[in-house]
Every structure is written in structure tokens, then in C-alpha cells.
């Protein structure tokens, strides 16, 4: 129940009716006893300066940023981590008394959800370069992987923490990597998938047993994830990235660390193999 003292939280974005924020941000603050809510806006960049007004007069605690706004809301913040300052994006933005704050928790989140799977020195394949790479690649950077990104258009193009590499290259850096993430929509419900999944076979047989992470998890079991499986290759699915990121959010928005993630990733998973 929400009183006069519930601090709120948001995710802004358009669509945003698919998003799994508040769901996973309400049983944070259940779990915790934090007397805070957490709802979803409909925001396009037309109406963003609306909500930002809105934001700062309500004294709203917080908000995260997904399409088409990561970008679109960088004018309107006070100040950026570092983070988001080289990756150009974010996606939490913290109320400060009136300031606001903007980070990207894509990077620390995937780091996060990678448990104890070793990342310093290992050699990092990500597909694509556009939001999520920018944000994922300073970090497993910072964490000593050495990483490469797949651009489809424009390998002249800065990435942070990672080289550019053109995506006719797919096939033979994937055997020269320890790790291959896909920062692209490939695969999810209703989009387009990857063409043919033949860069697993060389990537199989140069790293067995090697990892195969994937961001989309809708489906949660994509067929890159199945395709790697059958090749024997560990998997990580989207779902991971998606709770570790938001329990990043949470401590930037409350100073609190997230309480029952591994059980959150569970029920997330259950969720989606039946909607």
C-alpha cells in the first residue's frame, strides 16, 4: 500500500508495458521492508521534458531509462558517471535533492551475473555495437577482459573498452574468443533472428566448454542459447543481466544492496515460459 511517506520509482521508456522493472523493483522493496513503489511511464521523446519536470517537482527518487530514451534523456541530467559519459547512455537516473544523476548499470550487471566465471584476461566477442555493447564493454574492460565488437555498419566507430571490428569477421573471431555475448535484439519474440548460428561450430571446436551470453530473454531460452548447448558450450541467458542490472539500480536509488536475486532470476524464469 502506498502512504504520504512512499518514496517513488519509476521506469520511463515507449513501449514500456513489456517491461519486467517494476515487477522486479517492488519485490526488492517487499523483501527489504523499503516503504517505496515502483510504476511505469509511457514516455516518447516528445513528453520527456514533461516527465523530467514532473520528476524533480514530485521529488521523484529515481527512474530508470529504456528505448528510446537512453540517449534522448542525457541533455536533461545534472551529471553522468563516467560510465555513461564514455558510452554516451544511460539507463538509472538518481533524484539528488532536485539534481539528477544519471549512470548505466548494463556493464556491472553483466560482470555481476557472470558469478564465479573468471573474466581478467579472457577474450570477449560482443555482437553488435549499440546501446548495450556501449555500456557493457567499459565494463568487462575495467574487469581484464580484452574485448572486440561486431559493427554491421560503421567499424570506424568508437566503442570504449572494446576494438570495432566489421561483422564479416564473426566466423573467425569467434575462434580466437573465450567469450561471445550478443548486444543485438537477434532472437527476441517477434524480431528477426541470426541468420544461421554456423560461428558456433568454429567457436565450439577452438573453446569447448566455452561461454555463449546472451541479453535478450524474451524468449528466456533463445535458439542461440539452445544452438550453443547442442555444441556443448555454457550458457547465460538474459534474464541474469536483467535482475543484476536492476539490483545495481536499486542500491544507487535506496543505499541498499538487493535482497534475493537468485530467487528473483527464478521467478522471472517461471514468468516467462508461460506468457
Not at 532536485?98 to 558469478?115: I, P, W, Y
Request: proline share 4%.
Amino acid at each position: 500500500m502506498i502512504s504520504g511517506s512512499t518514496r517513488l520509482l519509476a521506469v520511463i521508456g515507449f513501449p514500456v508495458e513489456h517491461s519486467r522493472s517494476p515487477f522486479i523493483h517492488n519485490q526488492f522493496a517487499a523483501q527489504s521492508g523499503a516503504d517505496f513503489a515502483y510504476l511505469a511511464f509511457g514516455v516518447t521523446p516528445r513528453t520527456l521534458p514533461d516527465f523530467i519536470a514532473a520528476a524533480r517537482t514530485m521529488n521523484i527518487a529515481g527512474f530508470n531509462v529504456t528505448m528510446p530514451l537512453k540517449e534522448a534523456v542525457l541533455p536533461y541530467l545534472d551529471a553522468l558517471d563516467e560510465t555513461s559519459r564514455l558510452c554516451g547512455s544511460v539507463n538509472t537516473v538518481v533524484n539528488r535533492d532536485g539534481r539528477l544523476f544519471g549512470a548505466t548499470t548494463d556493464g556491472a550487471g553483466l560482470v555481476k551475473s557472470l558469478g564465479a566465471r573468471e573474466i581478467a584476461g579472457r577474450r570477449v566477442l560482443l555482437l553488435g555495437t549499440g546501446g548495450a555493447a556501449r555500456s557493457i564493454a567499459p565494463a568487462l574492460y575495467s574487469a581484464g577482459a580484452a574485448v572486440v565488437a561486431l559493427s554491421r555498419r560503421d567499424t570506424a566507430m568508437e566503442l570504449p573498452g572494446a576494438e570495432v571490428k566489421p561483422w564479416a569477421e564473426l566466423n573467425a573471431l569467434s575462434g580466437e574468443s573465450d567469450v561471445i555475448i550478443n548486444c543485438t535484439p537477434l532472437g527476441m519474440r517477434g524480431a528477426a533472428d541470426f541468420a544461421d548460428f554456423r560461428f558456433l561450430d568454429t567457436f565450439a571446436v577452438n573453446r569447448p566448454g566455452g561461454l555463449l551470453c546472451d541479453i535478450v530473454y524474451n524468449p528466456v531460452d533463445t535458439a542461440l542459447m539452445k544452438s550453443a548447448r547442442s555444441r556443448g558450450l555454457d550458457t547465460l541467458g538474459g534474464l541474469a543481466l536483467l535482475v543484476h542490472q536492476a539490483a545495481e539500480s536499486w542500491r544507487m536509488f535506496t543505499g541498499a544492496a538487493a535482497e534475493g536475486i537468485e530467487e528473483m532470476i527464478k521467478k522471472l524464469e517461471k514468468w516467462e515460459e508461460h506468457s
